[in-house]
Antibody, heavy 121, light 108 residues
Framework: EVQMLESGGDLVQPGGSLRLSCAASGFTFSSYAMSWVRQAPGKGLEWVSAISPTGASTYYADSVQGRFSISRDNSKNTLHLQMSSLRADDTAIYYC??????????????WGQGTLVTVSS | EIVLTQFPGTLSLSPGERATLSCRASQSVGSSYLAWYQQKPGQAPRLLIYGASSRATGITDRFSGSGSGTDFTLTISRLEPEDFAVYYCQQYGTSPFTFGGGTKVEIK
């Protein structure tokens, strides 16, 4: 069974940093692009970032470009999102998501249950 | 950035009725790289449609997608009780891979 288990969500002050992790299982992790998608409380979905299967290519939403960094460790089947200069509007549930096809140019078919990041003083 | 506008914002229908949801892009979506997702309260989203018109694995044929360029449609042929949810479109042809604001399908 394909599973994504996010961790690392926490309450953090504005301007602070946080690192999210996602442990993937049930599929050949190194063969699939992965993404982070977030959802603010009571709001819609916002795509945050994506990474190619090898990690050679990364992509970011304008709202996080320069502040967030996506990475992966294919030897450990783990995806990361390093977040810095956090703002109140970064408050959201962050989902780790697998690409439906191998490439990042793909729909997103398997979602974790999410980890909550709250940015507040 | 490609902006996706979904309409209507809310669709009030009865079980058994047909639902038509629209998604309009601010510029052409390359290779029809357009997906639709369903999200129920307290749950993660579920992929329904990719490539504008292909159903994802395990998705009932009550759901169908169509369109190209800038105009896309998700149709639910006969609403079942479990279909009442929020639906999102997403383009993944050009980074950033943006989502629309969502359409809520509610019971009338």
């Amino acid at each position: 069974e394909v599973q994504m288990l996010e961790s690392g969500g926490d309450l953090v002050q504005p301007g602070g940093s946080l690192r999210l992790s996602c442990a993937a299982s049930g599929f050949t992790f190194s063969s699939y692009a992965m993404s982070w998608v977030r959802q603010a409380p009571g709001k819609g979905l916002e795509w945050v970032s994506a990474i190619s299967p090898t990690g050679a290519s990364t992509y970011y939403a304008d709202s996080v470009q320069g502040r967030f960094s996506i990475s992966r460790d294919n030897s450990k089947n783990t995806l990361h999102l390093q977040m810095s200069s956090l703002r109140a509007d970064d408050t959201a549930i962050y989902y780790c998501v697998k690409a439906y096809f191998h490439t990042q140019y793909s729909g997103l078919d398997c979602w974790g249950q999410g980890t909550l990041v709250t940015v507040s003083s | 950035e490609i902006v996706l506008t979904q309409f209507p914002g809310t669709l009030s229908l009865s079980p058994g009725e047909r639902a038509t949801l629209s998604c309009r892009a601010s510029q052409s979506v390359g290779s029809s790289y357009l997906a639709w997702y369903q999200q129920k309260p307290g749950q993660a989203p579920r992929l329904l449609i990719y490539g504008a018109s292909s159903r994802a694995t395990g998705i009932t044929d009550r759901f169908s997608g169509s369109g190209s360029g800038t105009d896309f449609t998700l149709t639910i042929s006969r609403l079942e009780p479990e279909d009442f949810a929020v639906y999102y479109c997403q383009q993944y042809g050009t980074s950033p891979f943006t989502f629309g604001g969502g359409t809520k399908v509610e019971i009338k």
